[in-house]
């Protein structure tokens, strides 16, 4: 498995285990402090984390740790990749992939995915580089298909 995508699925699955609700109506958002415990009429009880993502305020500590060790460990994986071959070209495959650069040239929902820009990638040459083959690997894919 690629390990850029091993590393999102355990991200993922580490999210979904959190307390996290969605909500985008008012009726829903008093549906889920009932189902928490919550005063039903006292948003100030809720922190929005996403769009229309809520979490109860008294978890956002453990939700920042838990993003910010995700962070972490992104970047842990990124910086173990020194020619940029590896990790973070699979990486971009995957949000390359995921965000249908081949049909847009876009490269832009593919960065933000990874809360990169172009200028960051173009001033590190281990992401350029595995920016570069990973975009002509897809190119000649599409090519050959």
Known sequence: ??????????HQAEVNNFPIKCAFTKDRLKEI??????PED????????????????SDLPEWRNL???HNKELNDKILADK????????????ELGNHEWIITYDLHDALAALNLTEDKVYANPTL??????????IESWHLSH
């Open 42 to 57: 006292d948003f100030s009880t809720l922190a929005e984390v996403g769009p229309s993502s809520f979490i109860r305020k």
């Open 67 to 69: 993003i910010q060790r």
């Open 83 to 94: 020619n940029g071959t590896e990790f973070v070209y699979q990486m971009f495959m995957y």
């Open 33 to 38: 402090m009932r189902e928490w415990s919550l």
């Open 128 to 137: 350029l580089k595995g920016l570069k083959r990973a975009m002509n690997d």
């Open 1 to 10: 498995m690629n390990p850029y995508q091993a590393l999102k699925d355990q």
